[in-house]
């Protein structure tokens, strides 16, 4: 069930990272051969701002290699082990860039890359209820030089990105449109 999910988030979001194959990356972990290329982020969020490779409004995919990519999941990881209390990386679903912007989708894992037991987490409860998904969706605005996490949900089994969109402003591409 959480495959198909993330599927159809892969799909709300343009995926273009081979369907719905996932790449393991993350501050703790090697980095994965990517499929595509990015230009480097604007130097402001959400203003549409010129990068120094150019104009920024078009919907991308990071190369996790780059140094945008790396610093996309650094900022989530780092959020996801601040919620959980210990060290982990991600693996990625999807991440789009746009305007300024980032939308990520993964399931978060052990610094050594094995499964979290939730039951052991704050989430416990939710788990115990059959109300947490071990997914992480998150939007980024890229702020005075640094991804910065603006909305984050661990576990959440609804997709809010089109609430986060219109409440941020970002740009309605990040969800495919």
Known sequence: MKRLLMCLVGLLLAASVGGCDLVVFGKRATVLPAQTTSTPSPSSRGTGSASPAGPDAALRTPDPESAEGK???????????????????????????????????????????????????????????????????ALLAYENGAW???????????????????????????LGR
């Open 71 to 137: 610093a996309i999941v650094a900022a989530v990881v780092e959020r996801i082990d601040t919620d959980l209390g210990f060290p982990t990386t991600v693996r990625i679903d999807q991440m789009s860039v746009q305007d300024g912007f980032a939308l990520i989708s993964g399931t978060p894992r052990t610094a050594a890359g094995e499964p979290i037991d939730y039951k052991k987490t704050a989430y416990a409860e939710a788990v115990k209820q059959g109300a947490f998904d071990d997914g992480v969706l």
């Open 148 to 174: 910065t996490v603006l909305e984050f949900e661990l576990g959440a089994t609804d997709f809010p990105g089109e609430y986060w969109i219109e409440k941020r402003q970002a740009p309605t591409g990040l």
